[in-house]
């Protein structure tokens, strides 16, 4: 009679002990699992196939194999944090495209589109598509290269007319030849004919009424330009160019280029020096192609031929920048 209690109690204790072990082996695994996906924050806030490359979640994020395994989320995107997909510059250098990069009728690098060289009076040959300026007899865009000195003394206020790309240089006489040494007006840099350069000299009045000309039909096909003067042997041109205050913020400004002789300077705003811009890039191009046309810019006899002269390097200058 003792022993059936104890028996019982021995069986009572064994098969607790079987269903305690039975309940450990069935709930650590969706204990486990439990665990893991609220350890998952990736598929908790729904990050898998959200467009943006998350590389620190559990699991591979296939935005990233999308993207080319870009580096970061959202805020490691510099141009999406700070606004610059679609502000009206283009930002080659940002991990997807830049609507501002592309053009709707052209190709995502056509540098026409990115200078809006296309139908702005001015017939550009190398352009990702056929430039509308060059079917409608628009001047060539390498007839205004910085070798080139359209001077035509029978109408001041007459556009000037285009020399073709084989001899694309324009004596004063209205003739069109290679190089500007091929000229038969044209004086040499030493001594150089004195009738001649008297004869020019006594017409710097209709020579600035020239320059004026030039400067407006200039203006209409470079509308970077805003404004050029000539004073006292200094040339002016100033242009609008657009930087980035702290690297963030889109700003227009203005750029001026001043030019006396060999000496070059220019002016603009003082903010520039916390901004990424181009303006020191701008003024070390105008410098050097200066320098390569220095013989040519000595050669004209007087003051208001040289500042055309050099205006039209400015404007070769600004047209590639």
């Known amino acids: 009679m003792l022993l059936s209690p104890l028996l019982f109690a021995g069986t009572l204790l064994a098969s ?27 598929e908790a806030n729904g990050w898998y196939g959200d467009e ?27 141009c999406e944090a700070n606004g610059w997909y679609g502000d009206g510059m283009c930002d080659e250098d940002c991990p997807n495209v830049d609507p501002d990069c592309t053009g709707a009728e052209a190709e995502e690098d056509d540098p026409c589109v990115l200078y809006r060289s296309y139908n702005d009076g001015v017939c550009d040959d190398d352009c990702f598509q056929p430039d509308p300026d ?68 006594a017409n710097d009045a209709q020579d600035d009424e020239i320059l004026q000309a030039y400067v407006a039909q200039l203006k209409s096909q470079n509308t970077s330009i805003t404004d050029v003067s000539f004073q006292d042997g200094i040339l002016s041109v100033s242009a609008a160019r657009s930087a980035r205050i702290l690297w963030m913020i889109a700003k227009d400004y203005v750029l001026t280029i001043h030019v006396q002789g060999t ?56 047209r590639t920048q």
Do not use: H
């Open 16 to 42: 607790s002990s079987v269903f305690t072990s039975s309940t450990v082996i069935v709930d650590l695994p969706q204990l486990a699992v439990a665990q893991s996906s609220d350890e998952d924050e990736c």
């Open 134 to 201: 060059c079917a409608s007899g628009g001047q060539s865009a390498s007839s205004l290269a910085p070798a080139i000195v359209p001077m035509q003394r029978s109408s001041a206020t007459a556009a000037i007319p285009a020399c073709p790309n084989s001899s694309p240089v324009r004596c004063l006489n209205g003739t069109c030849v290679s190089k500007l040494v091929d000229c038969a007006d044209q004086p040499s840099a030493s001594a150089g004919s004195s009738a001649a350069s008297q004869a020019l000299s």
């Open 263 to 318: 000496d070059i300077s220019s002016s603009a705003p003082f903010w520039l020096f916390v901004a990424s811009d181009d303006a020191s890039s701008v003024i070390s191009d105008v410098r050097s192609a200066l320098a390569e046309q220095a013989d040519a810019v000595a050669a004209l006899p007087t003051d208001l031929m040289r500042a055309q002269f050099t205006l039209q390097v400015i404007d070769a200058v600004l």
């Open 52 to 78: 943006t490359c998350d590389e620190g979640c559990p699991k591979p994020d296939p935005d990233c194999e999308k993207m080319g395994n870009f580096q970061g989320d959202t805020a490691a995107d510099e």
